[in-house]
T-cell receptor
Framework: DAKTTQPPSMDCAEGRAANLPCNHSTISGNEYVYWYRQIHSQGPQYIIHGLKNNETNEMASLIITEDRKSSTLILPHATLRDTAVYYCIVRVSGSRGAQKLVFGQGTRLTINP | GAVVSQHPSRVICKSGTSVKIECRSLDFQATTMFWYRQFPKQSLMLMATSNEGSKATYEQGVEKDKFLINHASLTLSTLTVTSAHPEDSSFYIC?????????FGEGSWLTVV
């Protein structure tokens, strides 16, 4: 079963920062937080992942609370193309063949012009 | 990012026939691949974990004799839907584990008529 809780939908104005929250209160010490997004009728796209430190790449930033029970994905300057369903997933990383990704319902993010 | 390719992207088959979907990791080796299906407006549902050189592990409720999975090499896994029926019509998505991150294919639309 999915171990994360996300709001079902969010809206954000184009050009503003989109902040997507995720609760994972039962996360284990060796579980990473992964974020993917799915644009309609496409396969999920990897965005970012992290263990306990904040992470940033060309797509987004990931802020993980000190107790690791929640995190926030930040899209710094949202565009219309960022409209998608965003999934937050916890998973053990680096263990080949063992750890699957289980998807919850995600957050449907709509970027408005 | 790493590339995972699925083929075909769309397929229509007659009821009672079998159809094969291929999933390839193009720039990394994957001992583990995963197969999902997704119905309209729903999240991804994990069907099975495909392990190179061994039998696939199926999720509860997924018929292994109907959804045949073969992982013959480190870059290729196949899903064969046998004796397809209209209710098997769905979006099938594969993913491959690079060891650090799981990357997804573009998905394959199956329509059974």
């Amino acid at each position: 079963d999915a171990k994360t809780t996300q709001p079902p939908s969010m809206d954000c104005a184009e050009g503003r920062a989109a902040n997507l929250p995720c609760n994972h209160s039962t996360i284990s010490g060796n579980e990473y937080v992964y974020w993917y997004r799915q644009i309609h009728s496409q396969g999920p796209q990897y965005i970012i992942h992290g263990l306990k430190n904040n992470e940033t790449n060309e797509m987004a930033s990931l802020i993980i609370t000190e107790d690791r029970k929640s995190s926030t994905l930040i899209l710094p300057h949202a565009t219309l193309r960022d409209t998608a369903v965003y999934y937050c997933i916890v998973r053990v990383s680096g263990s080949r063949g063992a750890q699957k990704l289980v998807f919850g319902q995600g957050t449907r993010l709509t970027i408005n012009p | 990012g790493a590339v995972v390719s699925q083929h075909p992207s769309r397929v229509i088959c007659k009821s009672g026939t079998s159809v094969k979907i291929e999933c390839r990791s193009l720039d990394f080796q994957a001992t583990t691949m995963f197969w999902y299906r997704q119905f309209p407006k729903q999240s991804l549902m994990l069907m099975a974990t495909s392990n190179e050189g061994s039998k696939a592990t199926y999720e509860q409720g997924v018929e292994k004799d109907k959804f045949l999975i073969n992982h013959a090499s480190l870059t290729l896994s196949t899903l064969t839907v046998t004796s397809a029926h209209p209710e098997d019509s769905s979006f099938y998505i594969c993913s491959a584990d690079s060891g650090n991150t799981i990357y997804f294919g573009e998905g394959s639309w199956l329509t059974v008529v």
